[in-house]
């Protein structure tokens, strides 16, 4: 828009530069105040200390049941994990776990790449801090606000919880099955055993169905469920678990 060439016209369009300016800006500090705000900081200390028996992600699947039926899990620390379990979950969900500060963001870039190309979520690229924040916090949907949300929550995570409660908190909320969720109750329900009874095939089998717990279980011999299993025995071995 043009206006008079005279110093009315100069004030007006300098306060209209300003204005859209401003508009931009508090538009700006309206998304980053909204999204800081969606973050729930002042649960995340208490992983360190406690546990979470109901999951965001529980709740997504009992209002997509229509709360006819409400998901639960048992909870078990991770002393009472078969630590073959712990190494097959790593190397299979986040090999750089114990080296990253939350996010792996070589993985990152790697995903959008993929997803670019492939023009869809083909491809994750989230760390199990990353993984616990959606299980927890979020839901299940994929879109970009939910990952910025997932990576403000993972960042923050990693400063106030330790590695060791996040694995633990991680392990005993992630969903293996319909309506199963931890592997406490995963190792019960398909194996009969405890967590720490499993055989390294069962750790394995259990690791290999994270990705997709509602089309695949840990009992099955599809290709999908023995190629994964594949895949973590030839990663187990480099990872080292420091003591939790």
Known sequence: MQFPDNEFGTLFGRYLEKAHYKKFRFGLLYFIVVLYLSVP????PLLEYGHIRISSVMEQRAMENLLLFYPGQ????????NPNLLRSVVSMEDGKFFRHKGIDWEELEKSMKVNKKRRKMARGGSTI???LAKNLFLRTD????????EILIATRMEKEVSKGAI?????NVIELGDGIFGVKKASEEFFKKDPKDLSLNECLRIAAVIPSPLEHKPTDNSPYVLRRVSLIRERYNDIILPKL
């Open 167 to 171: 694995l633990g908190n991680y392990l």
């Open 142 to 149: 994929k879109n970009v606000f939910r990952k910025a949300k």
């Open 74 to 81: 048992s909870w078990v620390n991770p002393g009472n994990i």
């Open 129 to 131: 801090t990353m993984q």
């Open 41 to 44: 900081s002042f649960n995340l």
